[in-house]
């Protein structure tokens, strides 16, 4: 396939700064006229042509300035039309019908049908499905907008800006127009229509407009929206608080669909929702469910200024907006929740998805510089470690001058097409500092790796940290540049208090934090006394590893010390992780692994530490998955090992605390009416963790059928399902606790989802035949994005030793599966596809098979450019 390099980029010929599109809707023959008011760029030769994107179009006809163009005007494919010899005038008027099927469109990439409503998905390249377009995001028009249809079949008819008029059309049908003032790219293009319940609202911004909130869903399901709108009239108040953003439009609607290859997407004044991120209510979502639509509603709101009032000059841009929304929406939760729970979330996630991504065959700079499908560039990299440069910039500027910066870019980029140049400009600017080698970041793959090393001289009162940074080599960046590193640190004596120090040399320190941006340095502070404890990493300041010749006492001190909530969290997870490691190796030497009394000791004292807050010590006692043990091992991975030592691990923490663990267990119980809040569901949590470990001892099975039955809310329910499901596979209570669950919900795919998971994550070799039965369920859906990603995705992903059952038949079933999904719909089959990246680190027996079904995959007929840019690229 074609390579679209960012050194390639020129701005087109020709601009359309109008754009005037009719759709006739119907599920089999939808007619599209679409009027645009071309532009040739100053300077331009007329002969120029114009060459429009398309893919997979039918043109039915085409005119230019008002009369029909002649045959031998146009070059017409599915996927382009060229315009060979365009009008001399500077500006003309191109109109182009083309005729769509939008209930055959099983991709969910332009216009589809999903429950019978007609919804839009344009980004990246999905505009071009609808008619012949420059489909690029540097092509800014403004839009107006008719849609007309059968007013039973959709009597409600959406698109982006404000509505204009709409009224009769006689024989059933109906119209709507509908305009957007905002020049915007045509990824932001939507369109929606059908028969949808509302649910209506307003927020009055802060100059004091009135805004009418809408969102909609599908009919009985309304009074599933509650939580959704509170959350979306916070994001508007926070966008002003904290960044200054007001709303820019007169309505704001948000419409939830079922069939969605993403989250949702930030079309602009009508975002389209994944109905997983919309729909919630204490019978059918959990807690984590909560904090997902407050994320994602917030993130969508955010994008309107980041993202579509300031749009990306290409799609090698795209961090732009997706890494500053995510650092935003990031922001946003840590107000409305704990800060020090939200960024021990947010590291957690960042570890399982970008890191293994980082340092595996997929590695890609967060600003690429090469893609040959834009599709699966929206990764970890770009949302996730994008949103740590935006943080980091914000750490080496602070607080005040990283906002200075940010007005400045509303200010100077408002309506453009920016790029990740523009953006770092904008902070060089307020602040005066230099920051060319922190840009790195966005250009430099790989996670960079910090190996420290202290000593301590009595008689000097010297303490010294030698730092040596290293940035691993990724695929086709063999050799790296050395990075600015900000790094937060703290120095800690053994009363647990900060330890001062009189002066500092080797590096530049500013507010806690040392600015690596050598090879090596050599950071002496004096005046110290005695041997401080080291806190490093503070906060998650700079998303790298770290390598530290630290004594497992330091560690327990830190566990218990670290005023940093972060790092006392990280420390007590890097004792675990150690533990969980030798004891991996103990299970290949054939030895059963043992666990020290202060560790286990420790889990208790944390269980029970009141002047925490529940959240956090449920997230301390999580124990590293199967997954992140595998990471940090690195190489030679036998899954089977990990989890017998994480399994020996958890039993031993719940032995040793048993009788704390049921205490607080029962303590915890919750009196008081449901409350998704943060505090509340902190105490579910703690609670929930506790059921694990205990669902683990003599008596286990009966507690957590016992915690399934009397659950009044679905955090309670899944968390005990898993228990039984995990702890007590092909026991009765499982049994039927499974079987309890799928009567009660047959009818709600979305929490049939949250089942297809529990049974797909069950470890061990059943699992593969487990999880090929269910895709025969009645309820299961290979057309249905969520479906495929609650079964086949957390098999694959989170399920390291099923899916990597020594023989292979995971990887075989995988593969013949992404193949199938991909018959629809390739976004979804690629993205699948990427849970094979990390198969080098697998032991030898397991990479062969591996490398076989990756093999499967490449050599089957027709293969989507998506698919094969993924399998290619992991197979180099
Ligand atoms: N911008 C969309 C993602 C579009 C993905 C296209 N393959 C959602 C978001 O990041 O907000
Ligand atoms: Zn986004």
Known sequence: GQVFKLEDYRPND?????????????PEATIVTAVLTIERRDGISAAAPLVLDGDGLTLRRAEIDGKKAKPADLKVTPDQLTILKPPSAHRFQLLIETELAPAGNEALMGLYRSNNVYCTQCEAEGFRRITYFLDRPDILSVYTVRIEALRDEAPLLLSNGNPVDKGDLGDGWHYAGWHDPF???????????????????????????????????????????????????????????AFGREYDL?????????????????????????DKYVLADQETATDADFANIEAIIAHEYFHNWTGNRITCRDWFQLCLKEGLTVFRDHEFSADQRSRAVKRIAEVRTLRAHQFPEDQGPLAHPVRPRRYREINNFYTATVYEKGSEVVRMIRTILGAEAFRAGMDLYFERHDGEAATIEDFIKVFEDASGRDL???????????????????????????FTLEIEQSVPPTPSESRKRLMHIPLAFGLIGANGKPVAYSGVEGASVEDGVIHIRKRRHMVRFSGVAERPAVSLNRGFSAPVTLSVEQKADDQFFLARHDSDAFSRWQAFNTLLTDVLIAGFRDILDGKQPVFATRLTELAGNIAADETLEPAYRALALALPGDADV??????????DAIHAAREALALAIATANRESFARLYDRLADMAAFSPDSTSAGRRALRNTLLDYLSLLPGGAALAAGHFQSATNMTDRASALGALAHRHHGSPEASQALAAFASKYASNPLVMDKWFQIQASVPGPQAVDTVRALTAHAAFSMANPNRVRSLIGTFASANQTGFHRADGEGYRFFAQTVLEVEKRNPQVAARLATALRSWRSLEPGRQGKAREALLSIASAENLSADLRDIVERTLA
Request: charge should be negative.
């Open 630 to 639: 595998a990471r940090d091992i690195g190489r030679n991975i036998d899954p």
């Open 183 to 241: 020049p915007k790219p045509s990824y932001l293009f939507a369109l929606v229509a059908g028969n949808l319940g509302q649910v209506a609202d307003s927020f009055v911004t802060m100059s004091g407009r009135e805004v009418e909130l809408g969102i909609y869903v599908e009919r009985g399901k309304e009074n599933l929206a509650g939580y959704a709108m509170d959350a979306l009239k916070r994001s508007m108040r926070w966008d002003e608080e």
């Open 436 to 462: 060319s080698q922190f840009a790195l970041w966005y250009h430099q793959a790989g996670t960079p790796n910090l190996t420290v090393s202290s000593t301590h001289n009595a008689a000097a009162q010297e």
């Open 14 to 26: 020709y601009l359309i700064p109008l754009t005037n599109l009719t759709f006739r809707l119907s």
């Open 250 to 274: 007169d309505v704001f609607n948000i419409v939830a669909v079922s069939d969605f290859n993403m989250g949702a997407m930030e079309n602009k004044g009508l975002n389209i929702f994944n």
